[in-house]
């Protein structure tokens, strides 16, 4: 009886440090990969590539959803394109209103 006693705790402690080390593991991997899009983001938005930071800045809120830099990053890429976007019409509006000018 006491053999079979030992041996189910020692299953049932098995099982214990097999699921924590899976969970544990489970949030480095979460860890490692947060690390990751926030340095593709960071690497994206210096380079330029506006879309890529924002589309990076947006997985890593899909994973943690209170992530600070991932909210931060996001609206300062949105900004960004919202402005250049805003420029890219200015620049249009002259172009045309220099051609009318240009016409008459």
Known sequence: MKSN???????VALVAVVT???????????VTNKTQLLSE?????EEG??????ER???LQKID???EAAREGLASVNAALAAL?????AT???GSLLDEVASS
């Open 85 to 89: 976007s805003g420029n890219k019409s």
């Open 65 to 67: 959803p209170n992530d």
């Open 57 to 59: 800045y947006q997985q």
């Open 5 to 11: 006693s030992r041996l189910a705790l020692a299953s």
């Open 41 to 45: 983001a960071l690497k994206a938005r």
């Open 20 to 30: 924590f080390g899976t969970l544990a593991a489970q949030e480095g991997d979460q």
């Open 92 to 94: 249009v509006r002259t």
């Open 49 to 54: 590539d506006l879309k890529l930071a924002r």
